[in-house]
């Protein structure tokens, strides 16, 4: 069965690049969230895309931004990059109210 | 703020060992809770979903309860094996809001199954 796609796998970037990362839904699910996972810590969440809308948003930097496009894949755009935002950075997908699926995420190292 | 805690942090266990997990949470206005698996570096495989309506859910040699007044919930794993060694997670989702997932996560229990 196809499942959440994520790209690139792993990214090293140094301080103050950019960095864009992409998540490929399971078809036909219409809601994509992004978690963030530093070393060591439990996931946390950024931000909710419903069909293509920003639903929801969490503990997200003013330095990241992301948007659901037309095909409903989803981009995570961060600026500015810090030592900090070096973590996992994971995205999953649903139905409304249906079971929540994850990626294998994408490893940012920020030198 | 809901909080999540999971006890214990890590666990060791001899192969074929019954073992339980446990996971609690501050604010009992959830809408479901679910158990995690993570392999290192990897992402979250989820193994049980429990609706705020339910009371336990099993899947193989995994169960899982639910005792949403109380704010707890239990994983299972029942004859464990070595291939179960992993961190794993307990997550919660709000009732209401504008993400159905806008989960809040445990800092996990990491288990290793000895051989």
């Known amino acids: 069965a196809a499942g959440v796609i994520q790209s690139p796998r792993h990214l090293i970037k140094e301080k103050r690049e950019t960095a864009t990362l992409k998540c490929y839904p399971i078809?036909?699910?219409?809601?994509v969230y992004w978690y963030q996972q530093g070393p060591g810590q439990d996931p946390q969440f950024l931000i909710s895309f419903y069909e293509k809308m920003q639903s929801d948003k969490g503990s997200i930097p003013d330095r990241f931004s992301a948007q659901q496009f037309s095909d409903y894949h989803s981009e995570l755009n961060m600026s500015s990059l810090e030592l900090g935002d070096s973590a996992l950075y994971f995205c999953?997908?649903?139905?409304?109210?249906?079971?929540?699926?994850f990626g294998n995420g994408t490893r940012l190292t920020v030198t | 703020k809901q909080e999540v805690t999971q006890i214990p942090a890590a666990l060791s266990v001899p192969e074929g060992e019954n073992l339980v997990l446990n996971c609690s949470f501050t604010d009992s206005a959830i809408y479901n809770l679910q158990w995690f698996r993570q392999d290192p570096g990897k992402g979250l495989t989820s193994l049980l979903l429990?609706?705020?309506?339910?009371r336990e859910q099993t899947s193989g040699r995994l169960n899982a309860s639910l005792d949403k007044s109380s704010g707890r919930s239990t994983l299972y794993i029942a004859a464990s094996q070595p291939g179960d060694s992993a961190t794993y997670l307990c997550a919660v989702a709000p009732v209401g809001g504008g993400s159905n997932y806008k989960l809040t996560f445990g800092k996990g229990t990491l288990l290793t199954v000895n051989p």
């Open positions: 078809p036909r699910h219409d809601t």
């Open positions: 429990i609706q705020s309506s339910q």
């Open positions: 999953a997908s649903s139905y409304p109210w249906g079971p929540l699926h």
